[in-house]
């Protein structure tokens, strides 16, 4: 029988927090005999037991927040802004929960950063953190002060039921030793050949031909992450998963989409538990260090467990493969890197601890599936919704590539205007929008400008940041940040980024910066060369659109891409489209001629 995480929580917080209570209750009634030897009123024990343990929680509070203070002004420095909010932050969790579920991105925090400025401090479950949308600060973070921060505990435990100890949820030397293991595999030899590619595109793109010939519009965000799993699967660990196999979704409005094989396929389930397990995990951020006593029994095991059951094959597998290695004597005792192997393979040779496999695996496919899928489901959301955009990039993989032919690394590397258009992409809907790290000690982030103090970060405390609210800065990008425009990467206005790079971050920055870079960029472009040589004239499919996934009538009055949305856009550990980008295409019937 599991404990449940709730009250696991509860046994640990309580007997500290009640301790003043339970002292009071004990130790008064000795003391006030001492004073009236006569009379000891236990209704008077009764009422100082119960009012000292959150005495003590309000003196304790404003001893530290007094405390952060004078070790702010011994440092020369001031503590951020503070937002106003009910005790132990409670009307603040309701904001940010209410947001994630029902509103824009990142809404709530772009309202505080007008009242409060770009970087400001608040409460949430009595725990302090930061938050900034400041491109300095945000270099700190990640770059120039990446000694002085981590992942910290508080997010390893709410991320720990769905990452494990994998190399997204680790530090130090663990975190070393994953990043280690896993660079030799992004080399630019190895993302530089497209065969894996190539055949999932053509997979994904003949099963939209023939679901368009059929009448249906398709949903091309679950689409493309079929398409991005398999690769991934296929490139790191040396046998696809099928995703694909499992065909593409009906509409939920055609009979066809319950089909009980539509439903119990395994790449449907663990899609749906992969996805529900981000979206219960990102929650536990917005509750903050109590997150147990809102969830009670730990919500994201059940999806964790039944993605194991999906991944654990391909474990098996490789185990058996290396063992079945061993026995003929047909593995290099090096720990280096073989040219033959996948990045399976080589996790097997250093470890066959099924848990450590699990993390490493799970770590890897949300980083190949969720942010390469999350890239061309908004570029693609882009061209239906900006056609003369869609007419330039078709006309340059025209120009460049031809109407059939395969693009080559050189042809990716020479299309300028394809990789202006993923980059705009990619700066209004970034695929990790939110992230945080946690102060490893007491630290200062550098004043901004010349006669202004520098902020002080107590130590253990979370800052969370956004490249999201970041990316849509007008006074970082220019007045017409809010607008979809792939060029500001090609004329004068790429001066905004040049001498500011830190201004775009959509791969992070410093010793993390994602490792698979070059790869999403490699994989962006090859299906977006192979779907135009395919397809044009995209359109929106509104009429099966599920309602609730439509944007509200208010978000047509806000300014930039809010007023212009035609879709929601969702953000657990990445961005995605809510409801899904439900799509109608025209196939170029005579491609060689185009």
């Known amino acids: 029988m599991t404990i449940p995480v709730g009250l696991v929580h509860l046994l640990k917080h309580l007997p500290p927090i009640l301790a003043p209570s339970l002292v009071t209750y004990v130790s008064l009634p000795y003391g006030l005999r001492l004073l009236y030897p006569t009379h000891v009123s236990g209704l008077i024990v009764l009422l100082a037991s119960i009012i000292a343990s959150p005495l003590y929680l309000i003196l304790s509070t404003l001893y530290t927040n007094f405390s952060n203070r004078n070790a702010a002004a011994a440092n020369g420095a001031v503590m951020p802004p503070y937002i106003e909010a009910s005790w132990g932050g409670v009307s603040t969790i309701k904001a940010l929960v209410n947001n994630f579920k029902n509103g824009y991105p990142g809404d709530i925090f772009m309202e505080w950063c007008e009242k409060y400025g770009n970087t400001f401090s608040m409460t949430i479950s009595s725990e302090n953190r930061i938050f900034t949308s400041e491109p300095q600060y945000i270099k700190a973070l990640l770059a120039t002060q990446f000694d002085d921060f981590e992942k910290g505990p508080v997010s390893f435990t709410q991320l720990n039921t769905l990452l494990g100890t994998g190399v997204f949820n680790s530090d130090g030397d663990r975190w ?28 994904a793109l003949n099963q939209s031909k023939a679901r368009l010939a059929d009448g249906y519009p398709i949903d091309f965000q679950d689409m493309v992450s079929r398409f991005t799993l398999d690769s991934a699967t296929e490139f790191l660990f040396g046998q696809d998963v099928r995703s694909l ?50 969830e009670w029994n730990d919500r994201v095991l059940p999806h964790r467990t039944i993605v194991n059951r999906f991944i654990d094959p391909i474990i098996s597998a490789a185990i058996v493969k290396h063992k079945a290695r061993v026995a003929v004597g047909d593995v290099a005792e090096s720990k280096e890197v073989q040219e033959e192997e996948t990045l399976l393979d080589h996790l097997v040779k250093i470890t066959q601890d099924h848990k450590t496999l699990q993390d490493e695996i799970l770590n890897i496919m949300i980083a190949g599936r969720d942010t390469t899928a999350c890239t061309l489901t908004f570029a693609v959301y882009m061209l239906a919704e900006n056609p003369h955009v869609h007419k330039r990039v078709r006309e340059e993989i025209l120009e460049k590539v031809g109407p059939s032919r395969r693009p080559t690394h050189d042809d990716l590397r020479d299309m300028k205007y394809l990789r202006a258009f993923i980059n705009e992409t990619l700066r209004l809907y970034p695929a990790v929008p939110f992230n945080s790290r946690t102060s490893r000690h007491a630290t200062l ?150």
């Open 245 to 294: 196999s499992a065909g593409l979704p009906y509409p939920s409005s055609s009979p066809l989409s319950i089909t009980s094989s539509n439903v119990s396929h395994p790449a449907n389930v663990f899609a749906a538990a992969f996805i529900e397990g981000q979206n219960v995990t990102s929650l536990r951020a917005r509750y903050g260090i109590n997150w147990p006593l809102f």
């Open 445 to 594: 982030l550098p004043a901004k400008a010349p006669g202004q103090k520098p902020f002080y970060i107590p130590p253990m405390t979370t800052a969370g940041y956004s490249v999201f609210l970041m990316h849509r800065r007008t006074d970082l990008w220019g007045p017409d940040a809010l607008e979809f425009d792939p060029d500001r990467f090609l004329d004068d206005r790429v001066k905004y980024v040049t001498k500011n790079p830190f201004i775009f971050l959509p791969f992070n920055g410093g010793p993390r910066i994602c490792l698979g870079q070059q790869f999403a960029y490699h994989e962006s472009s090859f299906f977006l060369i192979r779907l135009l040589q395919r397809f044009s004239d995209f359109k929106m499919a509104p009429d099966v659109q599920p309602g609730w996934s439509k944007p509200p009538a208010d978000w047509a009055k806000c300014p930039g891409s809010k007023g212009k949305e035609k879709v929601i856009p969702g953000a657990h550990l990445t961005m995605y489209v809510k409801g899904g980008l439900w799509l109608r295409m025209e196939e170029v019937k005579n491609a060689e001629s185009t």
């Open 176 to 203: 070393k030793f994953h990043r280690s293991m896993t660079r030799p595999f992004f080399s630019k030899d190895r993302i530089s050949h497209f065969d894996v590619f190539d055949r999932h595109a053509d997979d």
